[in-house]
Every structure is written in C-alpha cells, then in structure tokens.
C-alpha cells in the first residue's frame, strides 16, 4: 500500500488505491467514508503512518491488526508476531495517534495470562488508541476452539476505552 497511488475514478464513482502494477490494492467510496474502517498489517511504525496518510481522508478511522496468527502476516512481524515485541506495538500505535486525524484503533488476541493480557492493553491504551478489539483466543487457537470471555471481561474492567469482543 505504501506505493499505492490515491486515483479517482469517475466511472464507479470510487476512490482507488493503485499499486505500481495496477493492481487495486483498496477501494473505497464517498458514500462509505464515514463507515469504513481501513486495517493494516504493519511492523513497522514510519510505513504504517505513510499508508494511514495516504488513505485518511478516505476512511473513518485505521485499525492494526495485531492478531492475525497467518504466516503470511506472523513472517513479516506483523499481526500475531507483534503481540511478543509490546515496544513495537507501542511505536507503531504511537506514530499513528499522532500523525493522523481518525481516530486509530487495534485487534489483538490473548497472551499466554490474564496478567500479560491486561497489561499489555493497559499498556496499549496510554498510546491515544480510541478502543481495542480482542480476539479472544490464543495465537495458536482458530475458530473451533471456545472463546476466553474470562480474558476479554476482564481487559474490559481494567481499561477506560471501548473493548470490541
């Protein structure tokens, strides 16, 4: 995204963001600007503030994938990987709240405790984030696997922004 190229098209009436390939990396319309919440994947806080840049006027808020256990994403230190490096996460979040004007959000999943969970959202909230969503599962766990509201409870009592379940 970070070399994508904010195109107007008249015909659909969207606003696309182009790769160098011309590939259609995002797309999005005036109509939704107010609706649709961009997600990243990043591990690197400079390149994530380029791209929220570059698609803010567009969206209603960015959101950081901080949970997506992929190996696709976990390769590049993005998504789950993130969640053992809590300083990334903080510089990343950082540079965002301050360098763009939506409000700037995160998905995370559960650490190995209760105690690394609240902490680390505690932790993620003095950032400026304005909520944190919580997948409620381990890195390792998907789907079938039963939902720890006991986490997502009690992340919900220790911090003062919005937790999404």
Same mark, same amino acid.
């Given at each position: 995204?970070?070399?994508?190229?904010?195109?107007? !098209?008249?015909?659909?009436?969207?606003?696309?963001?182009?790769?160098?390939?011309?590939?259609?990396?995002?797309?999005?319309?005036?109509?939704?600007?107010?609706?649709?919440?961009?997600?990243?994947?990043?591990?690197?806080?400079?390149?994530?503030? /380029?791209?929220?840049?570059?698609?803010?006027?567009?969206?209603?808020?960015?959101?950081? !994938?901080? $949970?997506?256990?992929?190996? +696709?994403?976990?390769? $590049?230190?993005? $998504?789950?990987?993130?969640?053992?490096?809590?300083?990334?996460?903080?510089?990343?979040? /950082?540079?965002?709240?301050?360098?763009?004007?939506?409000?700037?959000?995160?998905?995370?999943?559960?650490?190995?405790?209760?105690?690394?969970?609240?902490?680390?959202?505690?932790?993620?909230?003095?950032?400026?984030?304005?909520?944190?969503?919580?997948?409620?599962?381990?890195?390792?766990?998907?789907?079938?696997?039963?939902?720890?509201?006991? +986490?997502?409870?009690?992340?919900?009592?220790?911090?003062?922004?919005?937790?999404?379940?």
């Amino acid at each position: 995204m970070a070399q994508c190229q904010r195109i107007v !098209n008249d015909v659909l009436e969207t606003v696309d963001f182009v790769a160098p390939d011309e590939r259609v990396m995002f797309r999005t319309c005036e109509r939704e600007k107010d609706r649709v919440i961009f997600q990243m994947g990043t591990a690197d806080p400079e390149r994530a503030l /380029k791209v929220a840049r570059l698609v803010e006027k567009d969206v209603a808020a960015i959101d950081v !994938n901080m $949970g997506c256990p992929k190996e +696709y994403s976990t390769k $590049g230190g993005m $998504g789950a990987a993130l969640l053992s490096d809590p300083d990334k996460i903080e510089a990343i979040l /950082k540079q965002l709240v301050k360098g763009v004007s939506v409000p700037v959000t995160c998905k995370i999943r559960i650490l190995p405790s209760l105690e690394e969970t609240v902490n680390l959202v505690q932790r993620i909230e003095k950032t400026g984030v304005t909520a944190v969503a919580v997948h409620g599962r381990f890195k390792d766990e998907r789907p079938r696997h039963p939902v720890h509201c006991d +986490y997502i409870q009690a992340v919900a009592q220790a911090v003062s922004i919005p937790v999404i379940a």
